[in-house]
């Protein structure tokens, strides 16, 4: 039904709109009468909901003649380019075929799309990448494990899976598993319940390579973070490399063991920045390159400069600006992206104010938003003040006079005072920076 629905489409709509909005989508099931599809961003969700959720639905139910539901979601970016395994059964390997010849049975779902050729390095990831690079040259040898941190669509996905590619391009023959933690989990549950464990335990400990990525999703989970406890003891003591990633510093992952945490912190612990507005601008060039859009200087660095440090988004916003750009047959221009976005960017720039940081603050570190204003000199409350004041002035456009207001009616020297304080205090505290990190993406997710 879903290919008659297709092919429908295919003969009612312009060709061109056909192939920009309606092949990409992908059938996820059809349940009764629900009809699940995906398709590739949340920008590509709302275009489609505006503007073709009617007609696939009306197509649907003529061809069906039952008064179809349509479920549309986003596809999860690690899943879109690989095959997932067939429900039930034990994920089986994406095998990765060198040469046309050679097949490594050892490989396990890495991504051969994010290699260390299509990462672009700038300030703010330089650490992480030198890091990965120095694993991918030496793996066991220089850095293990590697701990990978980073917020949400910086990078970990790709370098994690980098690392993958580059070993495997040394050495063909290597085991190496590519595996969210979430994965883990679920193949652990399923060996747990069909009584596989030692298939599941051999499995991982006779990995050469164990990547694993996203890690904070284990934390909390017991029997989860005991198996693979195990897991890196015995790799790590057969000197096999282990890296992993999370969206946070080891010691701000709440519910993960003391034990795995305190290994995590044996080798190299990496972080990835929100990337500074040069580097953001040649990711979207190659990402523009990659994609065929052609896209100018000036758009890049609008773009650049508009949207989140998030560069997942920033791609979705290239995809939205190609694709409006095929179907209208224009080029891309700066007053162009400026309508093409306009809703998009108008909500992402809705100022923070200092109340709700302040709020944001004191919760994240349990006082009270009047212990902030207060001047009492408790150690334990001048560093989530100095925190604040500085989140303030980064994240809203007020004057150090206006925050030193809102801050019980404190003087401008005493704000700026406060702001280098911090920011010399964070340069040497990898623990602090990773605090305001997180304090700082909750503010602004
Ligand atoms: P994370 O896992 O940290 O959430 P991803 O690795 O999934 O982020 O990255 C999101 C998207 O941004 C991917 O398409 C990835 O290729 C791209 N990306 C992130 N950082 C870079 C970079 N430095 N160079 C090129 N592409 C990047
Ligand atoms: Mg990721």
């Known amino acids: 039904i879903w290919q008659e629905t297709l092919e429908k489409l295919q003969k009612d709509l312009n060709p061109q709109h056909f192939s920009t909005w309606i092949k990409p989508i992908r059938l996820v099931s059809i349940e009764r009468d629900t009809v699940r599809i995906a398709v590739p961003n949340r920008f590509f969700l709302s275009w489609i909901r505006d503007n073709y959720a009617d007609l696939i639905q009306e197509t649907l139910s003529d061809i069906g003649a039952v008064s179809y539901q349509l479920q549309i979601e986003v596809a999860r970016p690690d899943e879109e380019k690989q095959d997932e395994p067939a429900p039930g059964k034990a994920a089986p390997s994406i095998e990765i075929k060198r040469s046309g010849t050679a097949v490594n049975p050892g490989v396990y779902n890495l991504n051969r799309k994010y290699t260390f050729a299509s990462f672009i390095s700038g300030s703010s990831n330089q ?19 590697l701990f990978i941190y980073g917020g949400v669509g910086l990078g970990k996905t790709h370098l994690i899976n980098a690392i993958g590619n580059a070993i495997l391009e040394e050495n063909p023959d290597m085991r190496v598993c590519y595996y969210t933690s979430e994965k883990f989990m679920n193949e652990l549950i399923n060996s747990l319940r069909y009584a596989k464990m030692d298939e599941f335990r051999k499995k991982f400990r006779s990995m050469d390579v164990l990547l694993i990525d996203d890690v904070q999703f284990i934390a909390g989970k017991e ?8 897991t890196f003891n015995s790799l790590y003591e057969s000197h096999k490399q282990i890296v992993v990633t999370s969206d946070k510093f080891p010691k701000e992952i709440p519910g993960l063991e003391e034990r795995l945490r305190s290994r995590f912190e044996w080798g190299l612990i990496a ?11 040649a990711i979207l060039k190659m990402k523009a390159e990659q994609n065929g859009i052609d896209l100018p200087e000036n758009v890049a660095l609008f773009l650049a400069n508009s949207v989140s440090s998030n560069i997942r988004e920033l791609e979705g916003y290239l995809v939205r600006l190609g694709a409006y750009a095929s179907l209208t047959s224009t080029p891309i221009t700066l007053a162009m992206a400026r309508e093409v976005l306009k809703n998009i960017l108008v909500e992402k720039r809705r100022e923070l104010s200092i109340e709700e940081i302040q709020k944001t603050v004191a919760t994240h570190f349990g006082i009270k938003v009047s212990d902030l204003k207060s001047a009492k000199r408790l150690k334990a409350l001048v560093l989530p003040r100095q925190v604040a004041m500085y989140l303030c002035r980064q994240l809203t456009s007020c004057s150090y006079p206006e925050i030193g207001e809102k801050f019980g009616g404190k003087d401008h020297s005493t704000i700026i005072h406060a702001i280098k304080k911090i920011e010399s205090k964070m340069a040497e505290d990898m623990q602090l920076s990773a605090t305001v990190a997180s304090i700082r993406s909750s503010l602004e997710s």
């Open 127 to 145: 650490f992480a990448y030198a890091a990965a690079r120095a694993v991918a040259s030496n793996p066991a040898t220089t850095y293990n494990p």
């Open 223 to 230: 029997r989860t973070q005991e198996e693979f406890f195990h």
């Open 271 to 281: 972080d990835i920045q929100a990337p500074d507005v040069e580097t953001k601008q």
